[in-house]
């Protein structure tokens, strides 16, 4: 079952329970929701980007969403206004197995219709993640979020057994939806299956495994660099920490800029694929992010980062640098924090 959420709105030194409100009640179709997460997928799963929507699949039916997030899984989002029966787990799978065989030419075809208005789906990747390159992309690697207000007890079980037992990447976010006294509306989300319980095997078999705090700290420990990993895990009590499969695995950092948008700014690359000699660290810092973030212009970012041991590798959109040691470790963590703490001109 999932978490269930109980709020309260603090009117001076009064709680007042704030009332759940089932989503049909106050909205009458499923396109106001699905509007929502197609402006804004963060609110059902971070590191997420739509890239089509309402398309029809012959012989399946009309898919709500696809998203994408930066490894290149594909995400497929399947919404059911309030009680989703065990049918919409079938169709949610159904339009899975239509993906498993489609080919990434047909997808990235449907995302350029889409993403028309914001240019070429490989260029709206790179900006969407601040990334130089587009991963390669396959039917075969998705996942999938059937989005509801509630499920019935046979779609839980479902779910769960997939996930736990299957390794299939499938999961449940429900949505409780409330007004509070001033008339302003609220959302909260809940996953019936907690991130990382399953065993990430994915829906098609071509997923890699979702990376965990203490597989990557491992991974860390035997490589011999455990120290400078938690050097760099310190941004944690200022910055928001992420997991990724990218580079082998890897700890992510985001942060918001004075816009109030969300920027990842720091990336520390687990040894794996790049391979850094024993003992060192490879770390990488999104160069456009982190120069919103802190007010500079791209390049007075890249003189910043200079002091430190860059590497040149994998373009010019990331600053990679190579740590030897937890002094340089620190330093680094210095100047992002102090970056990212005191934003400075246009571009604050």
């Known amino acids: 079952m ?5 709020m309260w709105e603090v009117t001076g030194s009064v709680l007042q329970p704030v009332a759940e409100t089932t989503l049909p009640q106050d909205h009458k179709t499923e396109s106001q929701l699905e509007g929502w997460i197609a402006a804004d997928p963060q609110v059902i799963a971070d590191g997420v980007m739509i890239i089509d929507r309402q398309r029809d699949i012959p012989g399946v039916g009309r898919l709500d ?18 009680r989703a029966p065990r049918e919409a787990v079938a169709q949610a799978l159904d339009y899975a197995s239509w993906l498993d065989s489609a080919d990434g030419v047909e997808i990235r075809r449907n995302a350029n219709e889409f993403l028309k208005d914001k240019g070429p789906f490989e260029q709206a990747f790179k900006d969407y993640f601040d990334l130089d390159e587009v991963p390669v992309i396959s039917g075969e ?37 409330s007004r509070l006294s001033d008339g302003k509306q609220i959302i909260a989300r809940t996953t019936l299956v907690a991130e990382g319980a399953g065993t990430g095997g994915g829906a098609g078999g071509g997923r890699r495994p979702r990376p965990t705090v ?55 690359a687990i040894p794996g694929e790049l391979g850094p000699p024993q003992g060192q660290l490879d770390v990488w810092v999104p160069v456009r992010g982190l120069a919103n973030v802190a007010g500079r212009t791209e390049d007075e970012i890249r003189a910043l980062l200079a002091q430190h041991q860059v590497l040149e590798m994998r373009g ?23 970056l990212a703490t005191h934003p400075i001109g246009p571009n604050a």
């Open 141 to 177: 690697s998705h996942r999938i979020l059937l989005v509801a207000a509630r499920l019935d007890a046979s779609a839980e079980r479902i779910i769960s057994y997939l996930s736990m037992r299957r390794g299939i990447d499938i999961n449940a976010v429900f949505f409780q939806y």
């Open 65 to 82: 969403l696809l998203g994408i997030d930066e490894d290149g899984t594909l995400v497929i989002i399947e919404l059911k206004r309030d």
């Open 214 to 268: 203490e597989g990557l700290l491992a991974a860390a420990n035997e490589h011999g660099v455990a120290p400078l990993v938690e050097v760099c895990r310190n941004l944690g009590d200022q910055f928001e920490e992420g997991l990724s499969c990218g580079f082998g695995g890897s700890f992510r950092y985001f942060t918001t800029n004075a816009a109030g948008k969300r920027k990842f700014v720091f990336g520390v």
């Open 316 to 338: 010019q959109k990331n600053r990679w640098i190579r740590l030897t040691s937890e002094a340089q470790a620190e330093a680094l963590v210095t100047q992002l924090r102090a």
């Open 2 to 6: 999932p978490t269930v959420i109980k």
